[in-house]
Nanobody, 121 residues
Framework: QVQLVESGGGLVQAGGSLRLSCAAS????????MAWYRQAPGKQRELVAL???????NYADSVKGRFTISRDNAENTVVLQMNSLKPEDTAVYYC???????????????WGKGTLVTVSS
């Protein structure tokens, strides 16, 4: 069974940096992509950054140039480096894995429990 455990959230002042990590465990047949989503109070969950199995990345416009997603396949971790943080980045950040659990099955999304990031002005 896939488990995703996030770490690295916390309170930071505007302009500061945080580094989120997601440790993945559990076997799947193949991983399509891993991503970070966030959900602010009263808002829908949104994609922040994504990295495919081939290393292609994609970012929300609001974080381009400030956030960087990376992946360590050997360690089964995905990292989100967040710089120049703004109060509007305040949210619960969730790690996501999009994978094929067994050969021939449909892709599934797996989620971590989230880590809170609070950016003070």
């Amino acid at each position: 069974q896939v488990q995703l455990v996030e770490s690295g959230g916390g309170l930071v002042q505007a302009g500061g940096s945080l580094r989120l990590s997601c440790a993945a465990s559990g076997w799947v047949f193949s991983i399509n992509a891993m991503a970070w989503y966030r959900q602010a109070p009263g808002k829908q969950r949104e994609l922040v950054a994504l990295i495919t199995n081939s290393g292609r990345t994609n970012y929300a416009d609001s974080v381009k140039g400030r956030f960087t997603i990376s992946r360590d396949n050997a360690e089964n971790t995905v990292v989100l480096q967040m710089n120049s943080l703004k109060p509007e980045d305040t949210a619960v950040y969730y790690c996501n894995e999009n994978a094929v659990p067994v050969r021939g099955s449909r892709r599934m999304d797996y989620w971590g429990k989230g880590t809170l990031v609070t950016v003070s002005s």
